[in-house]
């Protein structure tokens, strides 16, 4: 159990268009999912909380007009990197929290390379 | 001082050693302590859960917490090459809520067959 997926697992985009990652939680309702980024041999980043029928919480220095999160339902949660530069290249992770418990399951992560 | 401090490494140990990884935190509102292991190119995965203080074994892993000295630690025994990643401590409060864990830095680590 406790299975998060992502999609796409890796994307190649030119500089100016937008991408979309998806964040599903395959067995279980989670009210609340969370994005992170990595850079390579750095840890992980959290970018915003993103909690089901609101609007998601940024942490400080992350554009909300640039990365844009929907969670429309209990299960699946969206980032998208509008008019992506190839500084927000980088290793894109979601995770996902079950209703009142405090683990978080995170999803295998989606690489995207901006050229 | 950081909410979370964890030694970043690199550890390298031989193949069947006891490898101890650890973490000190200065919030003494945590209360839920997990470990997880990311391999490279990878999402982490998550290894241990402990609430409050004490031990809990699973197989080779052992999750030990002192909440009276703000520390906990993982414990690999007879570690293999397959246990070569980047382990991460985090940590969380009672009724975090929405609240993110807090993460360490990780821990890198190679176990040379």
């Known amino acids: 159990g406790a299975v998060v997926s992502q999609h796409p697992s890796r994307v190649i985009c030119k500089s100016g268009t937008s991408v979309k990652i998806e964040c599903r939680s395959l067995?279980?309702?989670?009210?609340?999912m969370f994005w992170y980024r990595q850079f390579p041999k750095q840890s992980l980043m959290l970018m915003a909380t993103?909690?089901?029928?609101?609007?998601?919480?940024?942490e400080q220095g992350v554009e909300k007009d640039k990365f844009l999160i929907n969670h429309a339902s209990l299960t699946l949660s969206t980032l998208t990197v509008t008019s992506a530069h190839p500084e927000d290249s980088s290793f894109y992770i979601c995770?996902?929290?079950?209703?009142?418990?405090?683990?978080?399951?995170f999803g295998p992560g989606t690489r995207l390379t901006v050229l | 001082q950081k909410e979370v401090e964890q030694d970043p490494g690199p550890l390298s140990v031989p193949e069947g050693a006891i490898v101890s990884l650890n973490c000190t935190y200065s919030?003494?509102?945590?209360?839920?302590f997990m470990w997880y292991r990311q391999y490279s190119r990878k999402g982490p995965e998550l290894l241990m859960y402990?609430?409050?203080?004490g031990n809990k074994e699973d197989g080779r892993f052992t999750a030990q917490v002192d909440k009276s000295s703000k520390y906990i630690s993982l414990f690999i025994r007879d570690s293999q090459p397959s246990d070569s990643a980047t382990y991460l401590c985090?940590?969380?409060?009672?009724?975090?809520?929405?609240?993110?864990?807090?993460f360490g830095k990780g821990t890198r680590l190679s176990v040379i067959a």
């Open positions: 995770s996902a929290r079950p209703g009142f418990y405090n683990e978080q399951f």
């Open positions: 067995d279980f309702q989670a009210t609340t």
């Open positions: 993103s909690n089901e029928g609101s609007k998601a919480t940024y």
């Open positions: 985090a940590m969380s409060a009672l009724d975090s809520g929405n609240t993110p864990l807090v």
């Open positions: 402990t609430y409050s203080s």
């Open positions: 919030n003494s509102a945590f209360q839920y």
